[in-house]
Every structure is written in structure tokens, then in C-alpha cells.
């Protein structure tokens, strides 16, 4: 599906239609939240600035009414994008996950091979992903290496410097 927008050609992919992306509760709130922020805060801006660029005479010739609603159009293609990731969006039950082996939303305690340090991390969805609360994506190279290990393996992680091991020492939930 193409849509066209002064100039523009947006392709749109029908697959993506279909992508649904598993949330705490908290990554759900944040993400309605920014979803709020941009209907009901951005989108008056961005009408208000057509509007006042509208007022300063001739449209053949106005950069700034052009500018606005090329603004206009990404602001809309963006709220566009959000709701369709809401809709598709779940809800982890967190009480119903294995605690086995390494899933998302587990929280994994460390121990690396090389330098005998341990730590502890959160695998959450990409959009979640926070390095310095400890929150890291289940699409990140580590997270990918550790999904699905259980306590006592070896995960071999190669990452752009190398190869880590890490031993899985304790698996909960988040």
C-alpha cells in the first residue's frame, strides 16, 4: 500500500500489520503515555503552526506553511505507527512464566568466565531495554545468547570484540 503526502511516497508494509510485541505493564503505560502526548499535546501544535503560517499571506510561496505541514505529516505517520504497535501490543502475564530457563522478562544472575564477575539482568522487550536500570533486550546479542538456557550452562555470546561465556547462576522472574 502507497500513500502520498505533498510530494512524498510513504510504502507501508502489510506485514507489519501483524507484529505483535509482548509489554510489562510499565512498557505499556510509557507507551500510551507518549501515545497521549502526541494526540493531545504535538498534533494541536502542529495545527496551530500550519495555522499561523496560513496567516502570513500567499501558500504558492510560503516555506513555512510547506514546512508545517511536512511537519504535520510526519507527526501523523508517527501517531499512526503507535497506535498500530498498541493494537498489536500484549501483556505479559508475569505470573505464568517458567522460571526454568532464561525467557523473556527472566532475571538472570551472571557470573563472566573471562573475569570472573557477576551480574544480574533483565531481559525485556527492545522498546523496554534501559542498560543502566540493568534492563537489556531479548534482541540484543546477550539477550539472544542467554534465551532459553537453564541454571548451570555456559552461554557462549560472540559480540563484535570476541566471544563471552557467561554461567547462568539464577534465573527469576522480573
Known amino acids: 500500500m502507497h500513500r502520498r503526502s505533498r510530494g512524498f511516497c510513504y ?65 501523523e505517520l508517527k501517531i499512526s505507527k503507535m497506535e498500530e504497535t498498541l493494537a498489536n501490543a500484549r501483556l505479559i502475564d508475569e505470573s505464568q512464566l517458567d522460571t526454568s530457563k532464561v525467557l523473556v522478562l527472566s532475571t538472570v544472575k551472571l557470573k563472566n568466565m573471562n573475569n570472573k564477575m557477576e551480574m544480574t539482568y533483565t531481559l525485556v522487550a527492545e522498546s523496554e531495554a534501559d542498560l543502566k536500570s540493568g534492563k537489556i533486550s531479548v534482541n540484543s546479542p546477550i539477550g539472544k545468547g542467554l534465551l532459553g538456557k537453564t541454571v548451570g550452562e555456559i552461554a557462549e555470546i560472540t559480540v563484535p570484540n570476541g566471544t563471552l561465556k557467561f554461567e547462568i547462576l539464577e534465573i527469576s522472574r522480573a
Open 11 to 75: 510504502l507501508l508494509n502489510e506485514d507489519s500489520m501483524s507484529n505483535v510485541s509482548y509489554y510489562t505493564a510499565e512498557g505499556l503505560k510509557k507507551l500510551r503515555e507518549e501515545l497521549n502526548q502526541l494526540r493531545d499535546v504535538e498534533r494541536p501544535k502542529a495545527s496551530q503552526a500550519i495555522a499561523d503560517a496560513r496567516d502570513k499571506g500567499d501558500l504558492s510561496e510560503n516555506a513555512e506553511y510547506d514546512a508545517a505541514k511536512e511537519a504535520q505529516g510526519l507527526l
